[in-house]
């Protein structure tokens, strides 16, 4: 199984400043809920084109983690071809090795897959992820203290969902009503670029 894909990342959170996961620390408030959405600007798995398709994650985790139930859905581009569906579920899900598979534990098992209507829209510095009928996030990255570059995490110490440096930015809002809903608004946010491939 070999495979390759690039593109953009835009991740959100329940967190009120920076993911704390990130660092090693426990979440803010009862539970965590993140959503990652993925654009494929170019990429293959064992020959089959995946450029131009579109990937979501959706996980919540409680507090409790002696029971720690994690909910993870994972959202497939419907416009993908049967032969794409299985080669994105493959990699966004960490089967298919790289980077993924070291972070897929700590993301959970996942629990749906589905086949879903999603846009990724990047307009300057402001991200939009939406998922039709279940999730619609807004957020734009944050400017430095310098007033022009990016805030930029480059070395966390525990976990990424990308293996770039993360731009700090914020999620102005966040609507899912999928596997279980969730509102919030002015939380964490992280947008950059993403480059998986396999071992």
């Known amino acids: ?16 400043i920076t993911c704390r996961c990130t660092f090693g620390t426990t979440f803010d408030g009862d539970a965590c809920d993140v959503f990652i959405g993925w654009h494929i600007s170019r990429g293959q798995k064992d020959g089959v084109d995946l ?34 569906s ?41 991200r939009r992820l939406r998922v039709a009928g279940v ?13 022009v570059n990016p805030a930029v995490i480059s070395n966390p110490t525990v976990w990424a969902g990308a293996t770039q440096p993360l731009r700090q930015g914020k999620a102005d809002r966040i609507h899912y009503a999928g596997g279980w ?6 939380t964490n946010s992280f947008i950059t670029e993403f480059k998986y491939e396999s071992q």
């Open 135 to 147: 999730l619609d996030v807004e957020g734009q990255e944050l400017v430095g203290m310098d007033g």
């Open 86 to 126: 299985a080669a994105l579920e493959s990699i966004f899900s960490g089967q298919a090795g790289g980077h993924l598979q070291v972070v897929a534990p700590r993301i959970g098992k996942v629990t749906a897959v589905r086949s879903s209507a999603i846009a990724f829209e990047k307009t300057g510095k402001a």
């Open 51 to 84: 450029g131009d398709l579109n990937v979501t994650l959706a996980r919540h985790r409680p507090r409790d983690l002696e029971k720690d139930q994690w909910l993870v859905e994972l959202y497939l581009d419907e416009q993908a071809s049967p032969d794409q």
């Open 1 to 16: 199984m070999s495979y390759h894909v690039e593109g953009d990342y835009f991740e959100s959170c329940n967190c009120l």
């Open 181 to 186: 809903t969730f509102d919030t608004s002015d």
